[in-house]
């Protein structure tokens, strides 16, 4: 616990947990999200990247009129080059959310993004988001303090924003802050990550973060290109009452995110932002409606006491194995377990220490071991 409390472990134990999280069965598609993406042939296409004004208020045009339960515009329009339609569907569409991007004090060689002309508040999200040290998305941002002389004001994430503004339409449900660390949304509670939560330590906790619980599917929601929508190929079902997320994922955008399903394809396969935004909204919206778990740990006591059982059980094991061999293969029975054990708690939310207790198994297996070979042990048992 000491050892784990200095970060020893910590990368050792995400990419573990990532492994773990790459094993969940598949959950399928969210049926309540669809994806319209700009491809790489769709940029090459309407007019490069960025794209032209016109191209998006056609593709808005399109979807409105089947009627869509909310649209998220996950391009940053800061300045709008004068198209009046676009301009009109930021000013009076009261479904359309769009983007910005907030400062940073502590980085002021950030990019930064201003809202849309015209769009309030309101219908305002932003799009910052927190990487760990190995560049691997792993935790959701959903509410920040903006500073005071920031154009992008508001305090709500792009994903937080879409999922709260469905559930409010949809189900009638708001949100309710309970206090700095907790958030209720019907009945599920959203916990605040601590700079000392599971394998993080020391963690860079500003704002209001919890874990990233990915869907485990090959493809979080339904996917359409602007080409498909532009000529009238999506059937009027595929959107009516749906979220659609408007983003680009051709490889001109750069927006591309290394997440825990990256190290599964070789080489490492980052993920479009936009999917990033989708599994975040499905998140919360499984997690309320559903009843999808969270992410979860232990308290450190809780973890404490996990760590001394399977170190106990090493001892055990050494103690009622008579031959080396023995207990490498009990040994090695036992982690297989503990991996067993371990995915299991994740499939209901519980991250729970994997790479230490099979550390603490292992080592106290090997002091139990030399204790039993050595001289003073031999001699106390002939004395006996």
Not at 333 to 352: A, N, R, S
């Amino acid at each position: 616990m000491w050892v784990r409390s200095l970060g020893i472990f910590q990368v050792l134990e995400l990419k573990a947990y990532d492994q773990l999280l790459r094993l969940r069965l598949n959950e399928g598609r969210d049926p309540r999200l669809v994806v319209v993406e700009a491809t790489e042939p769709d940029i090459q296409k309407y007019g490069g990247f960025p794209l032209p004004d016109a191209t998006l208020a056609q593709v808005i045009d399109r979807l409105e009129q089947h009627q869509p339960r909310v649209i998220g515009l996950d391009i940053f329009r800061p300045v709008v080059d004068g198209h009046p339609e676009l301009i009109s569907h930021f000013q009076n569409n009261n479904h359309l959310i769009a983007i910005c991007a907030a400062k940073e004090a502590h980085n002021p060689d950030k990019s930064t993004y201003s809202p849309p002309p015209g769009l309030p508040e309101d219908r305002l999200g932003f799009s910052d988001a927190v990487n760990d040290n190995d560049a691997i998305r792993r935790r959701h941002l959903l509410f920040i303090q903006p500073d005071k002389d920031d154009p992008c004001t508001t305090e709500f994430s792009f994903s937080a924003r879409i999922a709260l503004y469905y559930l409010k339409e949809v189900k009638h449900i708001e949100a309710t802050t309970l206090s700095k660390d907790e958030i209720k949304i019907d009945k599920t509670i959203f916990k605040r990550l601590q700079t000392n939560t599971g394998a993080y330590k020391n963690l860079d906790n500003r704002g209001f973060q919890i874990i990233l619980n990915y869907r485990a599917s090959r493809d979080v929601a339904q996917r359409v290109s602007f080409s498909q929508v532009l000529e009238g190929k999506v059937a009027p079902d595929l959107v009516k009452n749906k979220i659609i997320l408007i983003g680009v994922t051709g490889q001109s955008s750069g927006d591309f995110v290394f997440t825990p399903y990256s190290a599964h394809k070789r080489p490492y396969q980052p993920m479009p932002g936009v999917l990033i935004q989708a599994h975040g909204i499905s998140q919360i919206l499984s997690a309320v409606l559903d009843g999808r778990p969270l992410l979860w740990v232990w308290s450190q006591w809780g973890e404490a006491f996990w760590l001394w059982g399977w170190s106990l059980l090493g001892g055990v094991i050494v103690w009622r194995c008579q031959g080396i061999l023995s207990l490498a293969v009990a040994t090695g029975v036992i982690i297989v377990i503990l991996h067993i054990v371990c995915f299991g708690f994740l499939t209901h939310g519980g991250w729970v220490p994997l790479v230490p207790s099979a550390l603490a198994l292992v080592a106290t297996s090997g002091v139990r071991l030399l204790y039993k070979n050595s001289p003073n042990y031999h001699q106390f048992y002939k004395s006996q």
